[in-house]
């Protein structure tokens, strides 16, 4: 299982055996991992190197520690592909997840300058402002802050942003959309997102801004949203 012999690291060897057993289901979300010490017993390799590979799978998101508890195995992230322009409700659909959402506010407010701007609305001019935490599974996954004109999208409700907010523009009001530009950004997570989110204050989190557009090129939304790292990846295909 480990092979002393080989040019590969020890370390890397352990870290690549417990992925494995990972992804064969050996050990499951919030198994607990043997320690240190068994490991190192089992596999006659210093406790250095055992620390050396947990630690490697902490950083990349398949253990967790839990202080004076020990370590476990994370939940798998939800692997989300950059291609084509989808709702939350769509994305978890298709994973075969019951995707949900927790409406913390819905206003009209009076637009503030840089959503104007981006919305090629005029400065002051009525815009939805929603801020829903979206869960799948009943999982808290992202916080979600919304801005669209009010003179643009008509009738939304507290209602409306329950469901998804795509199927009301597209289905409804047959309003066709175009494309957006995302931007995505690392952070860590503020009172207000550990709260919402169900995680600790300075866990990391990704940061997106999706700026839509409708197929006529009208900017429909503005929306900045902080996604749990530990429970989500974004993944791109490079063509040449
Ligand atoms: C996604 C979009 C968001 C859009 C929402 C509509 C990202 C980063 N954001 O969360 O821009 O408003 O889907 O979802 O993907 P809904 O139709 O389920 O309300």
């Known amino acids: 299982m480990i092979d002393k012999t080989s040019p590969l690291p020890i370390y890397y060897q352990l870290v690549e055996l417990i992925k494995g057993m990972i992804e064969k289901g050996e050990l499951k979300a919030g198994d607990s991992l043997p320690s240190e010490r068994e490991y190192a017993e089992r596999f006659k390799i210093s406790r250095m190197t055992v620390r050396q590979a947990i630690t490697e799978l902490v950083n990349s998101g398949y253990l967790f520690r839990q202080k004076g508890v020990g370590t476990f195995v994370a939940e798998k992230k939800i692997e989300q592909q950059l291609l084509g322009l989808t709702s939350f409700t769509e994305d978890m659909q298709s994973r075969g997840m019951v995707p949900s959402s927790k409406l913390i506010s819905f206003e009209i407010v009076s637009s503030p300058a840089s959503i104007s701007e981006q919305l090629n609305i005029q400065e002051h001019a009525p815009v939805y402002e929603i801020k829903r935490v979206r869960l799948a599974d009943g999982i808290p996954m992202a916080l979600e802050t919304t801005f669209i004109s009010a003179n643009l999208v008509k009738g939304i409700t507290e209602d409306t942003v329950s469901q998804s907010l795509y199927d009301y ?57 902080s996604y749990r790292a530990d429970r989500y990846k974004f993944m791109i295909t490079l063509k040449r």
């Open 169 to 225: 523009i597209e289905k409804q009001l047959s309003i066709k959309i175009g494309e957006a530009t995302q931007v995505l950004e690392s952070s860590v997570a503020t009172q207000q997102e550990s709260q919402f989110l169900k995680i600790k204050k300075g866990s990391p989190i990704l940061l997106i801004q999706r700026n839509t557009k409708l197929a006529d090129e009208t900017p429909l939304e503005v929306v900045k949203s």
